[in-house]
């Protein structure tokens, strides 16, 4: 095993969904051991001695965790997170759509890429699935310092050709071939992995939308993402500029445009129909809590929809959501639910932070478990990293309720190293 590496700590994995088949979708080593070849995880057990030319790193009762998956955020709105005072439809207006004029320059949006992806790494994350703006040399920034680090991620380039600012907008047929350009460009070159992203039904023609789900039936494995019923006043708007269609999610099927490399961001109010839909077509819907907190869209139905056998992953959504935080993500998951009078297991939010968010990205078998085989995207968490969260450990006797105390009080602090296909990428104690 000349030149692997070893991890040691606290290793923790899933296997599959620990709300459907209980503690046994559950891996836990209280002295584990992970040796990383070549990128991939070759082994995964209890601690043990191994031989000398192998390098490694002791980190003591740290645990050990697949990467985090983010599954719907906008590198562009990495400025202006934190805005103040509106709901969807101002807040693009407002503040959203003349940040995302500035990404036409290619500094900008170098800047703000490495930037953004830094602070994904110093919060555990090693794939998401990421929105650009509509200009392809935002593109091409965020392909090309995702590759500096090897990660592997999801981006695409905004469709959008009406109800936005001139300066954003392609048209049906520019935003197709810029599409298929980026797609010949980025898409499975290393790590990279293109999504077709009209926006969203309101900022797209429906010649637009046919032409995505053409160039999705074209291309050999690319995603689609866009957004769905996040807000009221948006649904309302669809249903009068899509009336042919029976509903907002019907708008998206009628072109082609679900399946099970499709990701829909928010999906608050989705009708029973829309929910079958989503679940027959294994059209994954991702849920981001802190987003409808803080532009105020509304409760997601968490497990209604994992009961209905939608296939869910969590987002940040930056910059309507308000961290890039996994463990703020997690408790505003836990939040929302709980208003609906649904505890979500602790176990079931990290599964879905991770696992169960690199199924809906149709990812499920390279990344999101730390097993053999699997591409070794890890973070370590420092599970005292605060002297609150210490104080609270101390009566923190199971791993549930461990687990439960970082997602309530743990923020980047607790991120001790990141790790994408075996190379460490940020390391806090450095
Ligand atoms: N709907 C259309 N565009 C956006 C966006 O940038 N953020 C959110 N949260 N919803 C959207
Ligand atoms: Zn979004």
Request: net charge negative.
């Amino acid at each position: 095993m000349p030149g692997g590496r070893v991890l040691k700590g606290r290793v923790l994995s899933f296997n599959g969904d620990p709300s459907l088949e209980g503690p046994q979708a559950v891996s836990f080593w209280e002295r584990g051991a992970v040796t990383i070849e070549d990128g991939t995880i070759s082994a995964v057990g209890n601690d043990r001695s191994v031989p000398e030319s192998v390098s490694v790193t002791d980190y003591g009762d740290r645990l050990i965790c697949a990467g985090f998956v983010d599954g719907h955020v906008h590198y562009p709105q990495i400025n202006i997170v934190a805005s103040y005072g509106k709901q969807l439809l101002d807040w693009l207006t407002t503040y959203t759509f003349p940040e995302e004029i500035r990404f036409s320059d290619p500094e900008i949006a170098r800047e703000a890429a490495k930037f953004f992806l830094n602070e994904l790494s110093k919060n555990g994350f090693t794939t998401a699935a990421v929105y650009c703006s509509s200009h392809p040399v935002s593109v091409d920034a965020f392909f090309t310092e995702a590759s500096v680090r090897n990660l592997r991620m999801i981006a695409g380039k905004v469709m959008m050709d009406r109800n936005a600012p001139e300066e954003l907008l392609d048209t049906a047929q520019s935003s197709y071939d810029q599409s298929k350009a980026l797609i010949d460009k980025w898409h499975r070159k290393g790590r990279n992995l293109y999504a077709i992203t009209p926006r969203f039904a309101p900022t797209s023609s429906p010649e637009q939308l046919e032409l995505a789900g053409a160039l999705f039936k074209e291309s050999e494995g690319v995603y689609v993402q866009s957004h769905v019923s996040e807000n009221l006043d948006e649904i309302t708007w669809v249903r009068d500029l899509f009336p042919g269609a029976t509903s907002y999610l019907d708008v998206y099927s009628k072109m082609g445009l679900l399946g099970p490399c499709s990701l829909y961001g928010h999906g608050i109010h989705l009708s029973d129909k829309e929910i079958a839909m989503a679940a027959e077509t294994g059209t994954g819907i991702v849920h981001c809590p802190t987003s409808n907190l803080f532009i105020g869209s509304g409760l997601f139905q968490y497990q209604k929809l994992r009961e209905a056998g939608v296939l869910l992953a969590l987002g940040t959504d930056v910059g309507g959501g308000s961290s890039l935080s996994p463990f703020a993500t997690m408790k505003a998951a836990y939040e929302i639910s709980q208003l609906q009078g649904i505890s979500l297991s602790p176990e079931t939010l990290f599964y879905a932070a991770s696992l169960g968010g690199a199924i809906t990205l149709n990812l499920g078998d390279r990344i999101g478990r730390v097993s053999a085989g699997y591409e070794a995207d890890l973070t370590v968490i420092d599970l005292e990293s605060t002297p609150l969260i210490r104080n609270r450990m101390k009566t923190a006797e199971t791993l549930r309720d461990q687990l439960f105390t970082q997602i309530i009080l743990a923020d980047d602090r607790a991120i001790r190293a990141t790790y994408a296909s075996g190379e460490l990428i940020y390391d806090r104690g450095a």
